[in-house]
């Protein structure tokens, strides 16, 4: 068994899409509208479906928000370089919510963004020992 994808309820798709593959350098892998249903799928990673999870933005024709609720987290990301990482982020119009700095009681760098509907990214910066993450 593997993780396939997480899907995420968006309010504009095109917005949507643009983040993750303009702000976050993620690959539009695919997208398919349902007409009868009245929704949109767009699959969207870092590589094809078939060799790593992948995130599903759903977006419902005729809603164009949705409330988080509080049981959601986040999608976590691993980068060279949370300090840079955020740079660019922010030099491409992306929300930085939490600056990259060590986690309360630890040592991993970590920072958050946030997308365009609200929906929280955790960037997690490489250690040079995997294993050490804390």
Known sequence: MRILHTMLRVGNLDRAISFYTEVLGMQLLRRHDYPEGRFTLAFVGYGPESEGAVIELTHN???????????????????????????????????????????????TVIAFVEDPDGYKIEFIQKKANPAARD
């Open 61 to 107: 024709w005729d809603t164009e928000q949705y409330e988080l609720g509080t049981g959601y987290g986040h999608i976590a990301l691993e980068v060279d370089d949370a300090y840079a990482t955020c740079e660019a982020v922010r030099a491409k119009g992306g929300k930085v919510t939490r600056e990259a700095g060590p986690m309360k009681h630890g040592t």
